[in-house]
Every structure is written in C-alpha cells, then in structure tokens.
C-alpha cells in the first residue's frame, strides 16, 4: 500500500518550484487528483491557474492538452470528429482536446453552454462517445478548469450540472510581498517550469487514488458529513442546496485528506477544513440572502458553525493505537 503522506510531499513540493507560496491550493489540487475529481480554479488573471496545470501534468508524467475556449467552439473541438479517409475508405476517428489526462479548459465560461455540455460526458464517465461510437480516457483523468469572476462580459454561466461536477473550487489569491519577490528572482532568467522533471509515475498515481478509498470513516464522521449537506437543503439562505453527489463528494475528499495528513481516518476538522472549497460552488443562494449580500463561502461556513461537532473515536478497528482522537 503506497504512503499517500510521501506521494503528497513529493508532488506539492515539486509544484512549489513554479507555484510559489500557495500550499493551501497545491494540496487542494492533489486531493482532487486522489480522488479522480475534477478542480474549478476560480482567480483573477495572471494568478498561476494555467502554470499550476502545466505543472501537475509534468509532475505526473501525465499528457497535457490545453482548451482555450472561445465564443465560437463547437463541441467537435473538444471531444474529437469523425474524418473519411479516402485511401481507406472509411471514416476513422480524430481524437480532440479531451482525450487526455490532465486537461486545462481554460476560460470555460467564455464557451456557449453547447460547447461546455461537451464535458458532461466526460467528467462523470470518463468517456465521450462520437457518431455513436464511445471512447474511454485515459486514467488518470483530471479537469482544471478556470474562470475569471471579475469579468461577465462575454461569458456564460456555467450551469448547475456542470458545477456540480467539479469535486473543489480553488482559489489562488494573490501572492504576499516576499513570495513575489522570489517570484521575481525565480524568473529573471527562465521559467522554473523548464527544468521541472515528474517526481511520481503514472502507476503509484493509480495506486494511491485506489489507496484512498480505504481511510476509515466513522458513523459519526459520516452523520456529520450528511448533517452539513442536509442543512443546505433546509436553510431560508439558499434556494438551491447540494445534491447527494456533493455528500460523496465531501465524504472522497476528506479521505484523500486525511491521508495526505498521514492518517487512515477521517477527522470533522477534515471536514471543516474542506467543506467551503466542496460545497460552496454547488448551491444557490436566495434573492433575499443576495440582498443582504451573503456569499456561499460565508452562508457554508455559518452552517459549519451551527452544527454540533461529534465527538468520541474516530480511528478504524485496524487504526494503530487506540487512541480517543477528538476534534478541536
């Protein structure tokens, strides 16, 4: 069984020779990598959303393909296209954009919502099907798609069964003072991306995904996830609450968690700690909360709040040293 805590540090600490000084989102990335999920990267421009990307794939030994998306795409452009081959005399099969395993859709929202239900099969499948034909992607398989919230105009809205389908939305933020400067420094003479070599192979990636799915999750740990779900379906704040896709969701991610901390079995302050970056992104908030201008971050964290914090042991029959582990 592979050491997810060693696996993590070698990958984050490999992507902070070019993403400098965000390890908050560097671990994010890697827990939706765990758990075969897909990132929504949410920043202004210039930020690193691209760079970190390019940077996973590297990382990984994994292939690499970029969508820009535009007004104008069809969804030809992202799944592949059907082609005749004169000399064969039967069509044959250009794969598009999307038969890959690390994808960047950059700037998903400046695509028409045609183009980007060309994802929807994908992301949840792990398949596109072409004039009838389906075509398996690769494993590992992962979407980071990034949006700029700042600018609306020529943009549609992602709708809500695509959002649902990323695992974590992640902000980058902008870097502090000495961070830049190194940046700065870093940069003065070539990219650090180019000497960057993979730290991990493809196969210990498949192994700790399957790893994963081992990490103990309590009765209690499990009631609290479901708690917190169910609250968002029941507040007046929210017009729309999280679906049972976003339970498992939050219930996957907290494993891969856990065992990037270095532990088989899952905390509530795991589930703290992710709750905003899962569920945030899968509710809508009411016109009455927008009013009093009340975001998703802030209307999940209050419910985290609200919610009575389990107690008691939290580690598996098998978990080393039967130790009471309460939350904080």
Request: glycine share 6%; charged share 25%.
């Amino acid at each position: 069984m592979i050491d997810i805590k060693s696996f993590g540090e070698r990958v984050i600490n490999n992507l902070e020779k070019v993403i400098v000084g965000k390890r908050d989102a560097l671990e994010l990335i890697v827990v939706g990598l765990l758990c075969q999920g897909h990132i929504l990267i949410e920043d202004v421009p210039g930020v690193g959303k691209t760079m970190m990307a390019r940077s996973l794939a590297r990382s990984l030994a994994c292939t690499f393909s970029r969508i820009q998306f535009t007004p104008d795409m069809l969804p030809s452009d992202v799944t592949g296209v059907s082609i005749y081959n004169q000399q064969k005399k039967k069509f044959g099969f250009r794969a598009g954009p999307i038969i890959g395993q690390i994808i960047l859709a950059d700037e998903i929202n400046r695509a028409t919502p045609k183009t980007q239900s060309a994802l929807l099969e994908a992301m949840e499948e792990h398949q596109v099907t072409v004039d009838g034909v389906t075509h398996i992607l690769p494993r590992p398989f992962m979407v980071l798609a990034t949006q700029n919230p700042i600018e609306y105009e020529g943009t549609f809205p992602l709708p809500e069964a695509q959002l649902d389908r990323f695992l974590l939305r992640v902000r980058i933020g902008y870097p502090d003072l000495s961070d830049e400067i190194k940046i700065l420094d870093e940069q003065q003479f070539k990219h650090p991306i180019e000497a960057l070599k993979a730290v991990v192979k493809v196969k210990e990636v498949l192994d700790a995904i399957e790893t994963i799915k081992s990490v103990y999750l309590s009765q209690a740990v499990k009631r609290y996830i479901t708690d917190l779900t169910r609250r968002t379906r029941q507040t007046g704040d929210i017009y729309l609450g999280a679906s049972p896709r976003g339970t498992l969701s939050l219930a996957r991610a907290c494993q891969a968690y856990a065992a990037l901390q270095g532990r088989d079995y899952v905390l509530p302050d795991d589930i703290k700690d992710l709750a905003v970056s899962v569920l945030a992104h899968r509710i809508i908030v009411s016109p009455e909360a927008r009013l009093r201008e009340l975001g998703t971050d802030r209307i999940i964290q209050d419910i985290i709040h609200n919610i009575p914090v389990p107690g008691g042991t939290f580690q598996g029959p098998s978990s080393p040293a039967s130790v009471n582990k309460k939350s904080k």
